[in-house]
């Protein structure tokens, strides 16, 4: 991990059952949260005893389960709740876990706070049975001894690491991306070529990161009803995108709106080409599309009043590349006081 780019902080290891949980069926850490800043922990489970079943629970995000030779990240700081269940004879769960500084911080230097020693902590433990270990003295001044179970947090100095890829897009997408690159079932070939292939782009990255994220989405909700039908083309669509549609989005994307369905295959990735989407869920679809490319309605809004479109598009819109050259022509002024509102929206974002 180090060698890529990744500031390990320290390693531990968080083991559940075992004998003495033999009368004990179920086990609930109330909600809490650590108070040390700036980590990222890796979470990986090497044994889960048959019939034990272990969720960690955040507000806002999808359980995490604990599931044999599978790992996930968590910021250990924002609060979360963890059940533990064993109906079996065997109640074993191993963890192990890497605290690695978090992406933010990778633009300079930084104190981290990286591991404590108290009450529960595996250091803690460790020198305990070892026998190595003694209560801290008291404070200079102060009678009596120190907290036995709590000493000085530990405080570690990081330089920046070396420059990576990946590091560089979890940055600047803040860490807020969790989903599966391999949906497009391409074994993530795509993504890898967006992200990562010559210089990258982030933007591009980050469009196709909501791709998949529809896709998943849409996936999960294919129950038979009214709806079926458009949103299985949908999902196609999402399936089928490819890196000329990322490039048109990104770096032509009021002209693919413009241009509508026939002119820009890329804006098939919005449903608003669908003939059996509903009119009313139409603004919904434009919102979510606007959402994944990180637009703000108000210039779309600006933009198809100079293209004298509605809003939202209805079903079959469109200019030719003819007709959209004539308005550029017509309405050059206005085109051009759009755009510095374009960028100086992007500035500020």
């Not at 293209?307 to 206005?334: A, I």
Request: net charge negative; charged share 25%; with cysteine.
């Amino acid at each position: 991990m180090e060698a890529n780019g990744l500031q390990l902080l320290r390693v531990g290891a968080s083991v559940m059952g075992g004998p003495e949980f033999e009368k004990v069926s179920h086990v609930y850490f109330q909600p809490h949260a650590s108070e040390i800043q700036g980590r990222m922990r890796l979470s990986c489970t090497l044994l889960v005893s048959a019939g034990t079943t272990t969720v960690m629970r955040m507000d806002g995000e999808e359980p995490r389960i604990y599931k044999e030779g599978e790992c996930f990240w968590f910021d250990e700081s924002f609060t979360h709740e963890v059940d533990f269940s064993a109906t079996g004879p065997e109640t074993l769960r191993v963890v192990v876990y890497w605290d690695a500084l978090h992406p933010g911080y990778y633009a300079r230097p930084h104190e981290v706070e990286a591991s404590e020693e108290g009450a529960g902590r595996l250091r803690t433990w460790q020198r305990l049975l070892s026998g190595a270990w003694e209560p801290p003295s008291a404070p200079s001044g102060v009678s009596g001894g120190g907290d036995p179970w709590r000493t000085p947090t530990n405080s570690h100095h990081v330089e920046v690491p070396p420059p990576r890829k990946w590091v560089a897009l979890a940055t600047e997408l803040d860490g807020d991306e969790r989903v599966d690159t391999c949906s497009l079932q391409d074994q993530g070939e795509l993504f890898h070529r967006v992200a990562f292939e010559r210089d990258g782009d982030s933007l591009q990255a980050a469009v196709l990161l909501q791709v998949i994220r529809r896709l998943q989405a849409v996936g999960r909700d294919m129950d038979p009803g009214p709806h079926q039908a458009w949103k299985r083309k949908w999902s196609k669509a999402l399936q089928e995108v490819d890196a000329a549609q990322l490039e048109s989005l990104t770096e032509n994307l009021f002209e693919c709106i413009a241009l509508g369905c026939s002119g820009c295959k890329a804006m098939h990735l919005s449903a608003l080409c669908i003939e059996e989407l509903p009119e009313e869920m139409r603004p919904d679809m434009l919102f979510s599309f606007l959402f994944m490319m990180r637009i703000p309605m108000r210039l779309v809004k600006a933009w198809c009043a100079i293209m004298e479109l509605p809003v939202p598009p209805p079903f079959g819109w469109g200019l030719s590349e003819h007709e959209l050259g004539l308005r550029v022509r017509e309405k050059y002024p206005e085109i051009l006081e759009f755009y510095k509102m374009v960028d100086n929206s992007m500035t500020q974002r």
